[in-house]
T-cell receptor
Framework: GEDVEQSLFLSVREGDSSVINCTYT??????LYWYKQEPGAGLQLLTY?????DMKQDQRLTVLLNKKDKHLSLRIADTQTGDSAIYFC??????????FGKGNQVVVIP | DAGITQSPRHKVTETGTPVTLRCHQT?????MYWYRQDPGHGLRLIHY???????DKGEVSDGYSVSRSKTEDFLLTLESATSSQTSVYFC????????????FGPGTRLLVL
């Protein structure tokens, strides 16, 4: 499969912005995704970006895509305690498959 | 939430016993997937299906088999469970309408003693 890299842990104070980074390998990926996993739950689709876009904003979420460096980031504005979770980036490859990073745990400090 | 259920949600079994996990969807999506999630590894694809009776291997398929006899059900079988198969198993579905967005079930926590 593809190799998607993420840093493992981030702590942030409530109300601050948090930024999660990811690098991916397949320059032909059509879409790149961010998923959120809360404790004991499945993965919830947060947002995605089409590969021909540089930026996508969705309420408090901003996704930035740097295709040259194969770098994807997710910025969460005004981070809330409910944002505490593990965040996974994923890239498309092959026949309708996704390759996931190892996840980045975000802890929001009140 | 997409209509995906997994059963059982929790299971404890012994080494060497067969185990079958079920994924059921009500979305009529074409693609279905089985992943396992382990600390330090993220999600890894076990098997996937691109239609009834059409399946293919993922990156960690050894020791697992799957079957899809109807659109709504995708079964994952561990023929002879081993302790290394202790994990959380997630099912996902997608419908290729210009993208490959996958929607996940709630997971099955399996412990092999």
């Amino acid at each position: 499969g593809e190799d998607v890299e993420q840093s493992l842990f981030l702590s942030v104070r409530e109300g601050d912005s948090s930024v999660i980074n990811c690098t991916y390998t397949d320059s032909s990926s059509t879409y790149l995704y961010w998923y959120k996993q809360e404790p004991g739950a499945g993965l919830q689709l947060l947002t995605y970006i089409f590969s021909n876009m540089d930026m996508k904003q969705d309420q408090r979420l901003t996704v930035l895509l740097n295709k040259k460096d194969k770098h994807l980031s997710l910025r969460i504005a005004d981070t809330q305690t409910g944002d505490s979770a593990i965040y996974f980036c994923a890239e498309t490859y092959g026949n309708n498959r996704l390759a996931f990073g190892k996840g980045n745990q975000v802890v929001v400090i009140p | 939430d997409a209509g995906i259920t997994q059963s059982p949600r929790h299971k404890v079994t012994e080494t060497g016993t067969p185990v079958t996990l079920r994924c059921h969807q009500t979305e009529n999506h074409r693609y279905m997937y089985w992943y396992r999630q382990d600390p330090g590894h993220g999600l890894r694809l076990i098997h996937y299906s691109y239609g009834v009776k059409d399946t293919d291997k993922g990156e960690v398929s050894d020791g697992y088999s799957v079957s899809r006899s109807k659109t709504e059900d995708f079964l994952l079988t561990l023929e002879s469970a081993t302790s290394s198969q202790t994990s959380v198993y997630f099912c996902a579905i997608s419908e290729r309408t210009g993208g490959e967005t996958q929607y996940f079930g709630p997971g099955t926590r399996l412990l092999v003693l």
